[in-house]
């Protein structure tokens, strides 16, 4: 594994830290003879070009950039986004969210489920999938009604437009590829968070495992000085009390020999008497 971190020393242009960093760990995995077979980061275009233009290399964007969406500012009513949107943005999220995740990274069968969300909000459920409540449920009415029969587009109704203009949609169309594998960031950005974690706790630990290590070292050899010295008096001890228990024995023996002497006379003495 890798990681960089780019300062404003390298680049003073922070939008370009991503794309620098990632070349970097490009290099350095490629200098250990790594290859990356998927890239999966948030949808910074730049780096998307990067990816792509790597060989044997996948590149994913997270779902969650496409499937949120935006209100947007008031100069770009009508244009990346509508009012009719206003009270279905979580629900087309949801339907947008689930046709990724059921296309089984078919081109076509993304295509067609998103194009189907225009048609569930046009109250046309012909090609909803068979599990969804507006087909098994008869008493089914939808909560979020958006529909608008302008005079202009009496053949679309205003959802259609809204809904297709959508930025997130145009994002999926478009790069339908980017989002096939359907790849969430959440956990890359949990393992880069422990990363961090763990990379500012060994920091610190070696710091203080150093010191700690160096006492330690210093204690075992005092401990060795020590536990020596201990050594050589429990030997002498040893020695000492050899010599103790050897007198102790020879002692031991004499008494035993004067004993038998003792015990011979007597004896003899009995035998006599």
Not at 27 to 32: A, M, P, S, W
Request: glycine content about 4%.
């Amino acid at each position: 594994m890798d990681c960089e971190h780019v300062t404003k020393s390298q680049d003073k242009v922070a939008k370009r830290h991503e794309r620098l960093g990632t070349q970097i760990i490009y290099e350095n995995l490629d200098n250990k003879d790594v290859s990356i077979k998927i890239h999966e980061h948030e949808r910074n275009l730049v780096v998307n070009t990067f990816v792509r233009d790597t060989q044997f290399t996948v590149n994913w964007n997270d779902l969650w950039h496409a499937v949120k969406i935006s209100k947007g500012t008031k100069r770009s009513e009508g244009i990346t986004w509508s009012v009719q949107l206003g009270d279905t943005v979580v629900s087309i999220a949801t339907h947008m969210n689930w046709a990724v995740r059921n296309c089984k990274q078919n081109y076509l069968k993304l295509e067609e489920s998103l194009d189907n969300i225009v048609e569930h909000y046009c109250y046309n459920h012909v090609n909803c999938h068979h599990t969804s409540r507006c087909k098994v449920d008869s008493n089914y009415e939808p909560s979020r009604i958006v529909q608008d029969d302008n005079d202009e587009n009496k053949d679309k109704p205003n959802t259609y437009i809204a809904i297709s203009d959508c930025r997130m949609y145009e994002q999926l169309i478009i790069r339908m590829s980017d989002y096939l594998c359907v790849s969430d960031e959440v956990w890359s950005k949990e393992i880069i968070a422990t990363i961090e974690q763990q990379e500012n706790t060994e920091v610190r630990g070696e710091i203080e495992t150093g010191t700690t290590t160096e006492q330690q070292e210093n204690t075992v050899f005092r401990g060795e000085i020590e536990t020596g010295t201990t050594t050589e008096q429990q030997e002498n001890t040893v020695v000492r009390g050899e010599i103790e228990t050897g007198t102790t024995i020879e002692q031991q023996e004499n008494t035993v020999v004067r004993g038998e002497i003792e015990t011979g006379t007597t004896t003899e003495q009995q035998e006599i008497d």
